[in-house]
């Protein structure tokens, strides 16, 4: 059965920080870009930032960018979300999700939640001002 399982959202005043993390089981790690979206009540699920299956490539919303930072760890099926100098518009729950890639698309990752096959449950993140 495909997991994706996120921990780590909370309440955070503006400024500070969090590690959002993502635990993945259930499918080949390797074949898979993975993503963080977040969503706000009656707003579109945004593509935050993305991380290619071979961890050579990244991409960030440039509403984050200089802020967040993705990671994976392939030992542990890990994949984190770091996210400083927090401000109330990250307020939002936050989703991972897993995109799977043929060989050639390895070293890409998409922000785009159309190319996304599968989902955890969300973790709210609050950033109070």
């Known amino acids: 059965e495909v997991q994706l399982v996120e921990s780590g959202g909370g309440s955070v005043q503006a400024g500070g920080s969090l590690r959002l993390s993502c635990v993945a089981s259930?499918?080949?790690?390797?074949?898979?870009?993975i993503g963080w979206f977040r969503q706000v009540p009656g707003k579109e699920r945004e593509g935050v930032a993305c991380?290619?299956?071979?961890?050579?490539?990244?991409s960030y919303a440039d509403s984050v960018k200089g802020r967040f930072t993705i990671s994976k760890n392939m030992a542990n099926y890990t994949i984190a979300l770091q996210m400083n100098s927090l401000n109330p518009e990250d307020t939002a729950v936050y989703y991972c999700?897993?995109?799977?890639?043929?060989?050639?698309?390895?070293?890409?990752?998409?922000?785009?939640?159309?190319?996304?096959?599968?989902w955890g449950q969300g973790t709210q993140v609050t950033v109070s001002s």
């Open positions: 259930g499918f080949t790690f390797d074949d898979y870009g």
């Open positions: 999700a897993a995109d799977r890639l043929t060989p050639d698309n390895w070293s890409l990752c998409s922000r785009d939640l159309n190319n996304y096959d599968f």
């Open positions: 991380i290619s299956s071979t961890e050579s490539s990244t």
